[in-house]
């Protein structure tokens, strides 16, 4: 047997109401829901609801456990977003006299020309391990034990044939302390200069090692005079600091991992020089830009919305040295006298209103070049007419333009080019259900519901046409 239950009677059950909300009955509706309540099948729903947690008040989505990161509520959305933090290792320009471990760059032997390219990996003779400079007067010095690792792990590491390949740790007793040795593959010996995807796997693998490699507290680089150039080292640095980033906003307990936690600092085997100095920093701040990309793409929709994005751009402003950087919001008012049209139909069914973010980078001195980049700044999309019947709970990388602009002005904040005035613009809104609901109910509101909506927050008289814009 059916139970059919009024509309007014599901909406207080299935939702609280409040005096100010969409969904607020008149006295004599209430009144008259209040008999019906006492009915057995109405008994049992709302039962079932207070049994799930919920409650028939307008507190009904209080939660008494402390949430661990920020978010949205029942009567508000979220309006601001934490960034995860820096990464604690520093990498530095030294020796290994220190390190607890030691890492050693090594070439695979040239590319034979002549060799055919129809050959596997498995044919390909395995030709002599390339020591140079530092790296040969150390095995020299642990009695060739660097030869014998890299012979022990031929199968897999090829002698360093592939860039970023590392093999497993050697452990040396030196004055009384264990040092462990790791080689890692540089390619093939080069003719040219090592580019900037070899610079950056290298970069990368340092990373992993050192968070692979438990309880030590510093480490070292040796590289040969090939990979010490002052653009390599850059590259080197920014795809380090990269692979150190861990998201751990919304994790708790046993699931939280910070990257090489115990390490404090990681030395390459260079001279001493500012322009390897300024190279490591700059790859540092790119980093920083990269992992605030990484921040806003990774960020749930219950907190990544236009309001807390045009937060994330404020902070960035209010933080940047000395206000190099400046933030503008334009909100719907400010939009609608601009003209805005498309841009505010689009933003028209979502929770929080439409933030068109301008970020400004201003040099100091004479600017020579004025450069803008615009970045999408849909926070999430569940679909036109055809809603989306998989992977939703990805569309939230439909902001990975706007978050690579805010990005990118983190990182231009804090290496403060010269000369050069940066413009970053945002339009940040969503698509969402609560708008497909809209349009629908322009077009079918005078036949089924007698010009009476239940979408909550939208007023259907505003529309002028049934179709989307």
């Known amino acids: 047997m059916r139970t059919i239950f009024p509309r007014a009677v599901l909406l207080t059950i299935l939702r609280p109401s409040s005096s100010a909300s969409a969904f607020s009955l008149s006295s004599s509706t209430a009144a008259s829901s209040t008999s019906l309540l006492a009915s057995p099948s109405l008994k049992s729903l709302s039962l079932s609801r207070i049994a799930r947690g919920g409650s028939l008040t307008p507190s009904a989505l209080s939660m008494t456990k402390e949430r661990p990161f920020q978010t949205w509520s029942y009567d508000s959305p979220c309006e601001t977003m934490d960034w995860n933090p820096d990464s604690k290792v520093s990498l530095l320009v030294g020796d290994e006299a220190d390190a607890d471990l030691v890492i050693v760059g090594v070439f695979a032997p040239a590319i034979d020309e002549d060799s055919s390219e129809e050959e596997t990996e498995a044919e390909k003779e395995l030709g002599p391990l390339v020591l140079a400079e530092r790296a040969a007067e150390l095995d020299e010095k642990l009695e060739g034990l660097l030869k014998e690792l890299a012979a022990e792990n031929g199968k897999e590491f090829r002698n360093g044939e592939e860039a970023g390949g590392v093999t497993p740790a ?13 080689l890692l593959g540089l390619g093939p010996l080069p003719k040219d200069p090592i580019d900037s995807v070899t610079a950056m796997k290298l970069g990368a693998s340092v990373a992993s090692s050192i968070h692979t490699h438990k309880s030590i507290t510093k480490a070292a680089v040796i590289l040969p005079s090939q990979l010490t150039d002052a ?16 998201d751990n906003r919304y994790r708790t307990g046993k699931k939280v991992e910070v990257k090489a936690e115990s390490v404090e600092s990681v030395s390459i085997s260079l001279p001493s020089s500012e322009d390897y100095t300024s190279a490591i920093q700059t790859g540092l701040y790119l980093a920083r830009g990269v992992s605030m990309t990484k921040d806003i793409v990774n960020a749930p ?34 939009c609608e006298e601009r003209g805005m049209g498309a841009y505010l139909g689009v933003a028209r069914g979502a929770e929080t209103e439409p933030k068109f973010i301008h970020l400004v980078y201003k040099p100091k001195g004479e600017v020579k070049k004025k450069v803008g980049i615009v970045g999408k700044g849909l926070l999430f999309d569940t679909g036109g007419y055809n809603i989306k019947t998989s992977m939703m709970e990805l569309m939230k990388f439909d902001c990975g333009g706007a978050a690579a602009v805010i990005g990118a002005a983190r990182a231009i904040g804090y290496m403060r080019p010269e000369g050069v005035e940066a413009h970053f613009i945002v339009a940040a809104c969503s698509v969402c259900l609560i708008y497909l609901c809209a349009v629908k109910c322009v077009l079918i509101k005078k036949v089924i519901l007698n010009k009476t909506c239940f979408c909550p927050g939208i007023e259907h008289d505003q529309f002028q046409s049934p179709r989307p814009i």
């Open 170 to 182: 050697a452990r040396v007793v030196e004055g009384g302390k264990a040092k462990r040795y790791v």
């Open 301 to 334: 929709h219950n907190i990544l919305n236009s309001v807390s994005l045009a937060d994330t751009a404020m902070r960035l402003a209010v933080e940047s040295e000395d206000g190099c950087i400046t933030c503008e919001i334009l909100g719907k008012d400010e």
């Open 231 to 246: 653009s390599t080292i850059q590259h080197f640095s920014t795809a380090f600091y990269t692979n150190l980033y861990s």
